[in-house]
Protein backbone atom coordinates (compact mmCIF):
# COMPACT_ATOMS: atom_id res chain seq x y z
CA UNK A 1 0.00 0.00 0.00
CA UNK A 2 1.13 3.46 -0.82
CA UNK A 3 0.79 6.30 1.92
CA UNK A 4 -0.73 9.44 0.07
CA UNK A 5 -0.20 12.51 1.96
CA UNK A 6 -2.77 15.47 1.60
CA UNK A 7 -0.73 18.44 1.02
CA UNK A 8 -2.23 22.11 0.61
CA UNK A 9 0.59 24.49 0.16
CA UNK A 10 -1.89 27.56 0.77
CA UNK A 11 -2.93 26.05 4.79
CA UNK A 12 -1.87 28.11 7.27
CA UNK A 13 -0.28 25.42 8.85
CA UNK A 14 3.37 24.47 8.00
CA UNK A 15 3.71 21.71 5.41
CA UNK A 16 6.07 19.97 7.64
CA UNK A 17 3.27 19.92 10.30
CA UNK A 18 0.83 18.78 7.74
CA UNK A 19 3.01 15.66 7.25
CA UNK A 20 3.75 15.05 11.33
CA UNK A 21 -0.07 15.82 12.31
CA UNK A 22 -1.18 13.42 8.68
CA UNK A 23 1.55 10.22 9.70
CA UNK A 24 0.68 10.88 13.85
CA UNK A 25 -3.44 10.32 12.97
CA UNK A 26 -2.29 7.67 10.83
CA UNK A 27 -0.61 5.69 13.33
CA UNK A 28 -3.19 6.90 16.08
CA UNK A 29 -5.87 5.17 14.02
CA UNK A 30 -4.09 1.79 13.04
CA UNK A 31 -3.73 2.37 9.45
CA UNK A 32 -0.21 2.74 9.68
CA UNK A 33 1.19 -0.56 11.26
CA UNK A 34 4.82 -1.21 12.49
CA UNK A 35 7.22 -1.23 10.38
CA UNK A 36 5.09 0.23 7.69
CA UNK A 37 7.56 1.98 5.37
CA UNK A 38 6.90 5.97 4.77
CA UNK A 39 8.17 8.03 1.45
CA UNK A 40 11.83 8.81 1.12
CA UNK A 41 12.08 12.27 1.52
CA UNK A 42 12.94 12.29 -2.21
CA UNK A 43 9.82 10.78 -3.66
CA UNK A 44 7.39 12.58 -1.10
CA UNK A 45 8.96 15.62 -1.82
CA UNK A 46 9.04 15.35 -5.81
CA UNK A 47 5.73 14.31 -5.70
CA UNK A 48 4.18 17.40 -3.98
CA UNK A 49 6.55 19.40 -5.27
CA UNK A 50 8.11 20.69 -1.93
CA UNK A 51 11.52 21.14 -0.47
CA UNK A 52 13.11 18.15 0.75
CA UNK A 53 14.42 19.66 4.04
CA UNK A 54 10.36 20.17 4.61
CA UNK A 55 10.20 16.46 4.52
CA UNK A 56 13.29 15.67 6.18
CA UNK A 57 11.89 17.84 9.24
CA UNK A 58 8.90 16.51 9.59
CA UNK A 59 10.27 12.87 9.61
CA UNK A 60 13.24 14.15 11.95
CA UNK A 61 10.43 15.11 14.27
CA UNK A 62 8.28 12.38 14.09
CA UNK A 63 11.52 9.76 14.54
CA UNK A 64 12.29 12.17 18.32
CA UNK A 65 9.20 11.47 19.61
CA UNK A 66 9.30 7.51 19.18
CA UNK A 67 6.75 7.21 16.20
CA UNK A 68 9.15 6.68 13.15
CA UNK A 69 12.49 4.93 12.97
CA UNK A 70 15.36 4.51 10.46
CA UNK A 71 16.08 1.13 8.67
CA UNK A 72 19.52 0.89 7.17
CA UNK A 73 18.23 0.43 2.96
CA UNK A 74 14.66 1.09 3.89
CA UNK A 75 14.62 4.19 4.83
CA UNK A 76 11.62 5.17 7.25
CA UNK A 77 9.35 2.90 8.59
CA UNK A 78 6.63 3.06 11.65
CA UNK A 79 8.53 2.36 15.21
CA UNK A 80 7.29 -1.23 16.37
CA UNK A 81 7.22 -0.40 20.17
CA UNK A 82 5.12 2.53 20.40
CA UNK A 83 2.79 4.04 23.48
CA UNK A 84 -1.13 3.04 22.12
CA UNK A 85 -3.52 5.76 22.30
CA UNK A 86 -6.30 5.99 23.40
CA UNK A 87 -9.95 7.53 22.27
CA UNK A 88 -9.97 10.87 23.92
CA UNK A 89 -6.19 10.95 22.91
CA UNK A 90 -6.99 10.22 19.13
CA UNK A 91 -9.73 13.15 19.68
CA UNK A 92 -7.18 15.43 20.49
CA UNK A 93 -5.56 14.94 17.75
CA UNK A 94 -8.64 15.73 16.00
CA UNK A 95 -8.89 18.96 18.09
CA UNK A 96 -6.91 21.90 16.20
CA UNK A 97 -8.71 20.62 12.74
CA UNK A 98 -11.91 21.20 14.05
CA UNK A 99 -11.06 24.31 16.21
CA UNK A 100 -10.10 26.03 13.17
CA UNK A 101 -13.17 24.58 10.82
CA UNK A 102 -15.67 25.62 14.01
CA UNK A 103 -14.31 29.10 13.26
CA UNK A 104 -14.44 29.30 9.37
CA UNK A 105 -17.94 28.14 9.90
CA UNK A 106 -18.78 31.09 12.10
CA UNK A 107 -16.89 33.42 10.15
CA UNK A 108 -19.47 32.15 6.87
CA UNK A 109 -21.94 32.64 9.06
CA UNK A 110 -23.10 29.39 9.27
CA UNK A 111 -25.43 27.43 11.99
CA UNK A 112 -24.03 24.55 14.20
CA UNK A 113 -26.26 22.25 12.20
CA UNK A 114 -25.32 23.35 8.67
CA UNK A 115 -21.79 22.89 9.91
CA UNK A 116 -22.31 19.48 11.34
CA UNK A 117 -24.46 18.36 8.14
CA UNK A 118 -21.21 19.61 6.12
CA UNK A 119 -18.68 17.66 8.29
CA UNK A 120 -21.06 14.78 8.39
CA UNK A 121 -21.02 15.32 4.25
CA UNK A 122 -17.41 15.01 4.43
CA UNK A 123 -16.56 12.27 6.29
CA UNK A 124 -18.72 10.22 4.11
CA UNK A 125 -16.90 11.22 1.19
CA UNK A 126 -13.30 10.32 2.72
CA UNK A 127 -14.86 6.90 3.75
CA UNK A 128 -15.81 6.49 0.56
CA UNK A 129 -12.73 7.59 -0.86
CA UNK A 130 -10.67 5.22 1.35
CA UNK A 131 -12.99 2.07 0.30
CA UNK A 132 -12.26 3.00 -3.39
CA UNK A 133 -8.79 4.23 -4.38
CA UNK A 134 -8.34 5.42 -7.66
CA UNK A 135 -7.67 2.92 -10.08
CA UNK A 136 -4.70 4.13 -11.05
CA UNK A 137 -3.26 3.85 -7.30
CA UNK A 138 -0.49 1.30 -6.81
Known amino acids: MSIRFDILPSDAVPIYRQIVEQVR ?16 VRALALEHAINPMTVSKAYSLLEAEGLLERRRGMGMVVAAVRPTRSVAQRQALLEPALQAAA ?22 RALAGAENPPENAP
Open 25 to 40: RRIASGSLAAGEELPS
Open 103 to 124: QQALELGLTPAQAQQQFAHCLE
